[in-house]
C-alpha cells in the first residue's frame, strides 16, 4: 500500500510517501510545498492545491493520512492553516476518499511507544524505521513520514481515524 502523509501548513506543508507491506516500510520520497508570506492567501492557497494535485498525480497513493491541526495560542495562524489543510483536502478528495487523520499524540505513541516524545525522538524514530541515512528535512517532512507511519500501523483500526 503506497501512503502520503500530509503535516499541514500554509508556510510549509510536509509531505512524505511511503511503501507499506505488513510491519515492513520503504520511503518512496518526502519534502515540503512552500508558499511566500509576503503572497496573497488566495494565491498561497492556489499554490498548495496545484501542489498537493502535483503530488496525487506523481505518487497515486491508495491512502492520505493527515496530522490533526492543534492549536494553542495563535488563533490567527490557526485560521491560515486550517485554510491550507482545507485547500489540500480538496486536492486529495478529488481522487481517494481514503482520508485519514491523526493527532500529534497518536502520531508519537505510533512512532516512538511514548505519546510525550520530543520531535528529536520522533524524528530518529522515522529515520530507523525507514532506514533512512540522515533525519528528513525540513522537519515538517519528517513530521509528514511520522502520519504516513501512524497511519500504515494503524491497520485494522483504519476506520476510527477516518475524516468524514
Do not use: C
Given at each position: ?136 528535512r ?5 513530521d ?21
Amino acid at each position: 500500500m503506497r501512503i502520503l502523509g500530509i503535516d499541514p501548513g500554509l508556510a510549509t506543508m510536509g509531505w512524505g510517501v511511503i511503501e507499506s507491506r505488513g510491519d515492513r516500510h520503504r520511503l518512496v520520497q518526502y519534502g515540503a510545498l512552500t508558499t511566500a508570506a509576503g503572497q496573497p492567501m488566495p494565491q498561497r492557497l492556489r499554490a498548495i492545491y496545484i501542489g498537493v494535485n502535483q503530488l496525487m498525480d506523481t505518487f497515486a497513493p491508495d491512502e492520505v493520512a493527515f496530522e490533526e491541526l492543534f492549536f494553542s495560542k495563535n488563533v490567527t495562524t490557526g485560521m491560515a492553516v486550517s485554510a491550507a489543510r482545507g485547500v489540500a483536502l480538496v486536492a486529495v478528495v478529488q481522487r481517494t476518499e481514503e482520508l485519514y487523520e491523526y493527532t500529534p499524540m497518536q502520531i508519537k505513541q505510533a512512532v516512538t511507544g511514548q505519546g510525550k516524545a520530543d520531535k528529536h525522538q520522533v524524528q530518529m524514530m522515522v529515520k530507523a524505521l525507514l532506514g533512512m541515512a540522515e533525519i528528513a528535512r525540513p522537519d515538517d517532512a519528517a513530521d509528514a513520514l511520522a502520519v504516513a507511519i501512524t497511519h500504515a500501523h494503524s491497520r485494522g483500526a483504519r476506520h476510527m481515524y477516518k475524516i468524514q
